[in-house]
């Protein structure tokens, strides 16, 4: 499940899946791409562009498994302290916000999130959120911040003034923040980190 996570955002290279699993032992991630390929979850693709490499991307059928994957992280937050969010890596962030955001069928956005030096592209449509690595050319609204800022600004509001970089759209933020769903004990962790006076 780590490598549809990290592949359900874009195709990787090798070195760039490692690192982003965490460093797995190169052998047990090679053994684990090509179980993924046999049962047509992943493929592997060679580009021309920006150099030749070879990629792993999801397959069709494989892109199936993003919904129960979102579900059982969703199912997981019941777990999850607010000080896990503190720590939530950059590249997790998008996936994060997918998790804890739940549109309604007839709300349409493209939000552009920039964290740590990665950028997302986030397209919210049909009640689905499907995102992908890279900034939007035209978003609706961008958020640029640590995942703690980004994620404590949607459930706090702007008005929580959380360091977070907004451009955009403020009514659509307003609206992002009336679909969060945590369970209410996270959320008031939540809000007791955010206010919480920084360390001197």
Do not use: C, H
Request: glycine content about 10%.
């Amino acid at each position: 499940m780590l490598i549809v996570r990290e592949l359900s955002l874009g195709p990787l290279r090798f070195s760039d899946l490692d690192r982003a699993v965490g460093g797995a032992p190169t052998d047990v991630l090679t053994k684990r791409l090509r179980d993924l390929e046999a049962d047509g979850i992943v493929e592997r693709r060679e580009i021309a562009q920006p150099a030749p490499a070879a990629v792993y991307e999801l397959t069709e059928f494989g892109r199936g498994l993003e919904r129960p994957m979102l579900e059982l992280a969703r199912w997981g937050l019941g777990l999850q302290k607010a000080e896990d969010v503190a720590v939530l890596a950059p590249s997790s962030l998008a996936n994060g916000l997918r998790v804890i955001l739940a549109p309604p069928p007839d709300f349409e956005l493209t939000l552009a999130v920039r964290s740590g030096g990665e950028a997302f592209e986030l397209r919210f449509a049909n009640g689905w959120i499907a995102a992908q690595r890279g900034a939007p050319a035209k978003p609706d609204l961008t958020l640029a911040g640590t995942s703690l800022e980004v994620i404590g600004t949607l459930v706090a509001g702007e008005a929580a003034g959380l360091g977070t970089e907004i451009e955009g759209d403020r009514a659509a933020l307003e609206q992002l923040s009336g679909m969060v769903e945590v369970p209410d004990r996270m959320r008031e962790e939540a809000l007791e980190l955010l206010q919480a006076p920084s360390p001197s």
